[in-house]
Every structure is written in C-alpha cells, then in structure tokens.
C-alpha cells in the first residue's frame, strides 16, 4: 500500500513563514488564529487522514460504487470513515459559527483539503461538494432555508451536491433546459436530467440536498435566464427531519477513469419539488459563489494527489537499486546504486518537489487573502484581498491541476515497470489527478476567465494587486548579493510577464480570438511567476540556516526551480507571442 504522512512542517512553513498568516490574528474574530491554534488541529486532521482515509484509497478505487434500485453503495468502510469524519467535528472545521460551525480560517481548512486529497480524493469529493453546498445556501439563501438546511451541512447528517450539467452543456450553461414550473404553494416543480453529478446519491447520509440550476417558464434564452433551486433528496418535515421522498433519483452511475469511489451519477428530476434560492434569473451568479470555492478545491486536488505521488516516489528511488551513477558509484558496497543517485531520477523528484511545494505556498498565500478578504473591517484592505483571489482562482484551478496530472505521471516514471503496475499505486494518483483539470470549468475556459474577465476587469485592477507587491519585493531586495541568484531571475521572467500582459491586452482588445489562441500558454506563464515569487521567498528565509535540515533542503529546492524551472518562461512567452495566425488560418476541413 502507499505510504503518505501529511507534510506538517511543509504546511507550517507556508502558512506561517512565508504567507505570514500571523497578521490574521489581528482581525477581529480571529484573535485566537496562530500556529498555536492551527498545529492540534492539523495534527489531528493528519491522523484522521493517514489512518482513516489512506487504508480506504486503493480498495475504493477497485470496489467503486453500486446503483441498485436507485440506491447508491458507497465502497467498503467508507460509510464508516464518513461517520467518524462526521463525528470528529470536521465538516464544520471551516464553517460559521451562527450555525454550529467552528469558525477556522480557510488558511486551516486548505490543508487539511490537501491532506484528505492525499489520501483518498474519491471520499473528499462527498464533504467537498457539501460545503459547496453550504456556501452558496449562507450566501444566498432566505432566512428560512438558512436555519432549516446549514445546521445540517455543518455537521455532516446531510449531504449536499452542485446540479449544472447536462447532456448537451457543461461549459456553456447558457443552453441548459431543466425547467422549474411555480406551483400554487410558493414552491417549484423541477423536471429534467442533469449528468455527472458528483456525491448526487449515495448512503454516507440521511439526505442530500441538490442546488439545480433550472429555467423559469418565461426566463430570457441564455444564461440570463437561469434560476437556482434547492431541491431535497427527502422534503424536510415540520420538525425538520427527512420526511416524504422527492422525486428524483439516480438513473445511472458514470464509469469513468479514476476517482472511483466517488459516486457521478445521471440525476433524473421528475416533478421534483423545490424551492427557489435567491432571485429569478440569478442563478448563475449564485452559483458561482460556490464555483469559485470549488475551483480554489479543485487545484488542491492536484496538489494532494502530487504530494502523495511524490512520498511514494522518493521512498522508491531509494530502495531501488539499478546501474551505476555516471561519473562514480554512489554505493560501490551494493551491487548497484539506489536510482535516487541518477541523475535523470533526481530531476524528476526535484521538479516534483519544487511545483508541488511552490504550489503549497501559493495556496497558503489565497487561502489567507480569502480569510482576509472575509474578516478585514477596513474596506480597500478587504478589497484588495478579494481582488487578489478573483485573479488568483482560475490559475489555482489550472496550474495546480495541470501540475497534478504531470507530477503524478512523473512519480509514475521513477517507478519505471512497477509504476505502471496497479500493485503500487501509483498509476491510481495519476487517473485520479485527470479528472480536475476537467471538471469545475476546463483548464481552457480558466485560461479564458483570465485573460478575458480577470485581466481587463476594473481596468486591470486585480493585476496591479500582484505586480505592484512584487514589483516592490523585488526593489527592495536590490543591491543584496546573496539574494541575487533568487531575485535576478525573478526580475527578468516578471518583466517578461509585464510585458506580455500588456501586449496580450492590447491584441486582444483589437481581436478577441488573438486573446484566446494565447490563454493557455499565458495562465502557465503567470503561474511560473507567482511561483517563482513565493520560491524567491522561501530561499530568503533559508538563506544562513543551513545547519538545519529543513531550510537546506528548502534553499536547494529554490535554487532547482530559480535555475531549472523557471527558465520555461521563455518557451512559454514566446508561444504568446506567435499569437492565433496560424490556429485561424487552418480549414476545419484539413483536421
Ligand atoms: C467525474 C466528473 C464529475 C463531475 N461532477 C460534476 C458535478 O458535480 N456537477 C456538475 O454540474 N457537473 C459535474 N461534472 C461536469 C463537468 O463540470 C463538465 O464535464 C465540464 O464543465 C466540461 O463540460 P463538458 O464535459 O460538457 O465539455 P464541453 O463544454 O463540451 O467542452 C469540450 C471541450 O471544449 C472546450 N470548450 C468548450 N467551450 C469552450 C469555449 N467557449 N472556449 C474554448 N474552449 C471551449 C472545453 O475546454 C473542452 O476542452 C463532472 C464531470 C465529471 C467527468
């Protein structure tokens, strides 16, 4: 089975040290948050997850589920690993306290995210769809369904699912034809099929509640006329417990790739009653409070599922013997060398370390511009950290994803034979890792919303939130011999990224399809630049404690992402530049 025990210190240092999280303790309501705070409860979430979720991942993948008359199984063990999660207080780690949360900043929550997608991101689809729920419900639900439905998702009795998709739209929600008829009572009729619906039924709770995007009868053509609803698993009865059954059902499970255990399942609503949450014709906008969430999550997965790939991959290269190092044997008393000392090998697990933790701190650093945005009594400071997020999601979401899929595929290779043979789980990681960069909004609609909403939005406001800090980091850092190293590299790709942005802007402005031809390659490229950003940053911190095993590791993984990795932004730039000329130019027919 694979090994995995949660990177504690790593999380420490990215919250702590680099993001500097202390500052939260100055907001009011959060006095209490400090690492004094946050390790027991990391600690205790790192248990749950290594000793709870872990044993589960592989039989869970090979299990999956079961729909037997319109009743989902859940794999072996994981009603009772639901349970104990339910019992351990941790749904409402990160939920508000007016109903019956704990209050933790997402700084907290985020890595215990990561943790749980470590060690089994199949079960974390089921609590993670439910606070999306619970977001979107506190955010814009009436009063009433407030106190009748949050209490529930706070402690994890109910469960909770997000309703887009359907056969003919998933990007373009746009198209989407479930129809919601008002009833005499206040209540509304839902009819239609959604597909792909992660955790839409299952036996982890007593009821399941369904945010459904549907269409009112005289809703305008388009995504201005969608609505969102609350649809019941069971109708509430007067006391609030799960009365009559609604009607809707799962009409099939999905087969797909990876992340097997989580239930995707074909949501039949048939007449289903439900309740409108919000305004008419809204709904979209509603949704999205629970999408943006979920794309901040989504990235995580990508990060979880590198990390475990990559303890895995480290404890194998050093066991593993094969061939000599070129240059000297590295264990001349063994018949070879562990393939730890080859040199191609110890490329793979320092790229994989230096994105997997590069991304850690990126995360550690939204996380905290979600708290502060949350909790900031001063107006511009809030907005500021809001900003912040807006621009950073869409590059949390396809960044840390792509990266997932890669690191996972890499921690494979350093396996050779044996990564690709089901025994060793590696292969799981990365079937499992494929999914995110997919679902919650392709990489490639991620790559839109940057360049096409986050960029220009405000006149580029939420851009000035991340050039001006770094543009100041870097002056500041002028003239520091020893930084040098860090901070000329990260001078000559952030000009770089300046300058792109501005061109991108420009032609895209002029020609929208210019825009889009370059997207992808330019998210890359921003990502690079925050990375190096927080890497610059950690080897500031490094720098002179070398005695201590942690920071010199630290410092070397800097120096191989500064030197190693960075230097992509070139390639990357480049790509930009050659623009869409040659993507228009080719006939649909010549494909
Ligand atoms: C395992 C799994 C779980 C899921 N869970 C849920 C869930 O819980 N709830 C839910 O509602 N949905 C869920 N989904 C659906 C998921 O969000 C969609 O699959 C995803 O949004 C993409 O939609 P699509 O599959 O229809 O692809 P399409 O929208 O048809 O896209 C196909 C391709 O075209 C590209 N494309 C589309 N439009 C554009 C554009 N305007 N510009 C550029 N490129 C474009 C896309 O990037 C993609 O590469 C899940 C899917 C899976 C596989």
Same mark, same amino acid.
């Given at each position: 089975?694979?090994?995995?025990?949660?990177?504690?210190?790593?999380?420490?240092?990215?919250?702590?040290?680099?993001?500097?999280?202390?500052?939260?303790?100055?907001?009011?309501?959060?006095?209490?948050?400090?690492?004094?705070?946050?390790?027991?409860?990391?600690?205790?979430?790192?248990?749950?997850?290594?000793?709870?979720?872990?044993?589960?991942?592989?039989?869970?993948?090979?299990?999956?589920?079961?729909?037997?008359?319109?009743?989902?199984?859940?794999?072996?063990?994981?009603?009772?690993?639901?349970?104990?999660?339910?019992?351990?207080?941790?749904?409402?780690?990160?939920?508000?306290?007016?109903?019956?949360?704990?209050?933790?900043?997402?700084?907290?929550?985020?890595?215990?995210?990561?943790?749980?997608?470590?060690?089994?991101?199949?079960?974390?689809?089921?609590?993670?769809?439910?606070?999306?729920?619970?977001?979107?419900?506190?955010?814009?639900?009436?009063?009433?369904?407030?106190?009748?439905?949050?209490?529930?998702?706070?402690?994890?009795?109910?469960?909770?699912?997000?309703?887009?998709?359907?056969?003919?739209c998933g990007t373009d929600l746009g198209l989407l034809r479930t129809r919601a008829e008002p009833a005499s009572d206040g209540r509304y009729r839902i009819t239609g099929t959604k597909i792909?619906?992660?955790?839409?039924?299952?036996?982890?709770?007593?009821?399941?509640?369904?945010?459904?995007?549907?269409?009112?009868?005289?809703?305008?053509?388009?995504?201005?006329?969608?609505?969102?609803?609350?649809?019941?698993?069971?109708?509430?009865?007067?006391?609030?417990?799960?009365?009559?059954?609604?009607?809707?059902?799962?009409?099939?499970?999905?087969?797909?790739?990876?992340?097997?255990?989580?239930?995707?399942?074909?949501?039949?609503?048939?007449?289903?009653?439900?309740?409108?949450?919000?305004?008419?014709?809204?709904?979209?906008?509603?949704?999205?409070?629970?999408?943006?969430?979920?794309?901040?999550?989504?990235?995580?997965?990508?990060?979880?599922?590198?990390?475990?790939?990559?303890?895995?991959?480290?404890?194998?290269?050093?066991?593993?013997?094969?061939?000599?190092?070129?240059?000297?044997?590295?264990?001349?008393?063994?018949?070879?060398?562990?393939?730890?000392?080859?040199?191609?090998?110890?490329?793979?697990?320092?790229?994989?370390?230096?994105?997997?933790?590069?991304?850690?701190? %990126?995360?550690?650093? /939204? +996380?905290?511009?979600?708290?502060?945005?949350?909790? $900031? *009594?001063?107006? &511009?400071? #809030?907005? @500021?950290?809001?900003?912040?997020?807006?621009?950073?999601?869409?590059?949390?979401?396809?960044?840390?994803?792509?990266?997932?899929?890669?690191?996972?595929?890499?921690?494979?290779?350093?396996?050779?034979?044996?990564?690709?043979?089901?025994?060793?789980?590696?292969?799981?990681?990365?079937?499992?890792?494929?999914?995110?960069?997919?679902?919650?909004?392709?990489?490639?609609?991620?790559?839109?919303?940057?360049?096409?909403?986050?960029?220009?939005?405000?006149?580029?406001?939420?851009?000035?939130?991340?050039?001006?800090?770094?543009?100041?980091?870097?002056?500041?850092?002028?003239?520091?011999?020893?930084?040098?190293?860090?901070?000329?590299?990260?001078?000559?790709?952030?000009?770089? %990224?300046?300058?792109? /942005? +501005?061109?991108?802007?420009?032609?895209?402005?002029? $020609? *929208?399809?210019? &825009?889009? #031809?370059? @997207?992808?390659?330019?998210?890359?490229?921003?990502?690079?630049?925050?990375?190096?950003?927080?890497?610059?940053?950690?080897?500031?911190?490094?720098?002179?404690?070398?005695?201590?095993?942690?920071?010199?590791?630290?410092?070397?993984?800097?120096?191989?992402?500064?030197?190693?990795?960075?230097?992509?932004?070139?390639?990357?730039?480049?790509?930009?530049?050659?623009?869409?000329?040659?993507?228009?130019?080719?006939?649909?027919?010549?494909?």
């Open positions: 089975m694979p090994i995995y025990k949660a990177p504690l210190r790593d999380m420490h240092f990215a919250l702590w040290e680099t993001a500097g999280a202390g500052i939260l303790g100055a907001l009011p309501g959060m006095e209490e948050v400090g690492a004094e705070l946050a390790a027991p409860v990391l600690e205790g979430a790192a248990a749950f997850c290594e000793e709870v979720l872990l044993p589960l991942n592989r039989t869970g993948d090979e299990e999956g589920c079961l729909l037997e008359n319109g009743a989902v199984r859940t794999p072996s063990g994981f009603t009772e690993a639901y349970r104990a999660y339910r019992e351990g207080g941790w749904p409402a780690l990160a939920c508000d306290t007016a109903f019956g949360g704990q209050g933790l900043p997402k700084i907290v929550s985020v890595m215990f995210e990561e943790m749980i997608c470590s060690a089994n991101l199949a079960f974390g689809m089921y609590p993670g769809l439910s606070h999306g729920a619970y977001s979107a419900l506190r955010a814009h639900g009436s009063e009433a369904q407030k106190a009748l439905y949050l209490p529930k998702l706070v402690d994890g009795t109910w469960a909770g699912t997000m309703c887009l998709t359907e056969p003919h792909f619906i992660s955790a839409g039924e299952h036996d982890l709770t007593e009821n399941i509640v369904h945010l459904v995007l549907a269409r009112l009868p005289d809703a305008p053509r388009g995504s201005r006329g969608i609505s969102l609803f609350l649809v019941p698993k069971c109708i509430p009865d007067a006391q609030g417990n799960p009365g009559a059954r609604n009607a809707v059902v799962a009409g099939a499970l999905e087969h797909k790739m990876g992340i097997k255990a989580s239930a995707t399942c074909v949501m039949n609503f048939d007449g289903a009653i439900g309740w409108l949450v919000g305004a008419p014709n809204k709904g979209l906008a509603a949704m999205f409070t629970m999408m943006n969430e979920a794309r901040l999550s989504v990235g995580i997965q990508g990060l979880g599922l590198a990390e475990i790939s990559y303890q895995n991959a480290v404890a194998y290269a050093r066991e593993r013997l094969q061939g000599r190092r070129p240059g000297g044997a590295a264990a001349p008393e063994k018949p070879a060398d562990p393939i730890i000392a080859h040199p191609d090998v110890r490329r793979m697990l320092l790229t994989m370390r230096a994105w997997i933790q590069g991304c850690r701190m %990126l995360a550690a650093r /939204t +996380a905290l511009a979600i708290d502060i945005a949350a909790h $900031d *009594p001063v107006p &511009a400071r #809030a907005q @500021a950290a809001e900003d912040e997020v807006a621009l950073m999601t869409p590059i949390v979401k396809a960044l840390f994803s792509d990266m997932g899929w890669e690191m996972t595929a890499l921690g494979m290779q350093v396996l050779g034979g044996h990564g690709y043979i089901r025994e060793w789980g590696m292969e799981q990681f990365v079937r499992d890792a494929r999914i995110a960069q997919i679902y919650e909004g392709t990489n490639g609609v991620q790559a839109l919303d940057l360049v096409g909403r986050k960029m220009p939005a405000h006149g580029g406001r939420a851009l000035r939130r991340f050039f001006h800090p770094v543009s100041e980091w870097i002056a500041a850092r002028a003239g520091r011999a020893e930084m040098a190293e860090f901070v000329e590299p990260l001078a000559k790709a952030f000009g770089r %990224l300046q300058g792109i /942005t +501005a061109e991108l802007a420009r032609r895209g402005l002029a $020609d *929208p399809f210019e &825009a889009g #031809a370059g @997207a992808s390659e330019y998210l890359r490229l921003f990502g690079l630049v925050a990375l190096a950003r927080e890497w610059a940053r950690a080897a500031e911190i490094a720098l002179g404690r070398q005695e201590d095993a942690f920071y010199r590791a630290k410092l070397g993984t800097a120096r191989f992402f500064i030197r190693n990795i960075l230097p992509q932004h070139t390639g990357l730039a480049a790509s930009v530049l050659a623009g869409g000329a040659a993507l228009r130019a080719f006939a649909d027919t010549d494909f």
